[in-house]
């Protein structure tokens, strides 16, 4: 298990959420991601940023995590391996055929798209497990600049905690529990 501290309900604004249980009510909860560590109130876990660190000029390509205060916009999973998920964000479950525009120069840069595309994207279908759920990180995304970064997602770390290509991750029982403690008006900050 990579959560640090054991916990089965956290008091968030005078209600109480079971986590990886039922949600109560739709939350306004502040992540923050500081020294591999993600914290939020009553709770915190190990977690990775991006290869480059986390930087304020973040730029397509460079393997760091964007620095600053973002919402939380929605999530997604792969319902062929995960099932039952709650959260007050929207969550859509994802399709084979679900990628994300890399390519700077493409209209269609950072956001979701059905595969196949000519332009350059990420497959959102991986073996991996690594986005097997994902909440995407409102990160360049109103107004979309070309080049200063895409596909910034809270998503599932590698076993072995190794550095993103500019996300944020943490363990997917981790990502479960906090799922249904968000809402509209969660936010990540991200710091060095």
């Known amino acids: 298990m990579m959560s640090r501290r054991t916990f089965s309900t956290l008091l968030l604004g005078g209600s109480i959420a079971a986590v990886g249980g039922c949600v109560s009510q739709t939350r306004m909860v502040s992540l923050e991601y500081r020294d591999r560590l993600l914290t939020w109130p009553g709770g915190d876990t190990c977690a990775v940023c991006g290869r480059g660190g986390v930087r304020a000029d973040k730029r397509e390509g460079d393997g760091a995590s964007p620095a600053g205060t973002f919402p939380l916009l929605h999530a997604y999973y792969r319902p062929d391996r995960v099932s039952a998920l709650q959260s ?3 969550l859509a479950a994802l399709q084979p055929d679900d ?3 890399d390519d ?3 209209p269609n840069y950072n956001r979701l798209v059905k595969l ?3 332009a350059h994207h990420e497959a959102l279908w991986r ?3 690594l986005y097997d759920i994902f909440v995407v990180i409102g990160y360049n995304t109103g107004p979309v600049v070309p080049g200063a970064g895409s ?6 770390a590698r076993p072995d905690l190794a550095p993103t290509e500019g996300c944020v ?3 997917q029982e981790v990502l479960v529990g906090l799922l249904p403690m968000l809402g509209p008006g969660s936010t990540i900050t991200i710091a060095a």
Not at 151 to 156: E, N, Q, R, S
């Open 88 to 90: 007050g964000l929207a």
């Open 99 to 101: 990628g994300w525009v």
């Open 104 to 106: 700077p120069a493409d």
């Open 116 to 118: 196949p595309y000519p």
């Open 127 to 129: 073996a991996d497990g």
């Open 151 to 156: 596909a910034i997602f809270l998503h599932v």
């Open 169 to 171: 991750a943490i363990g």
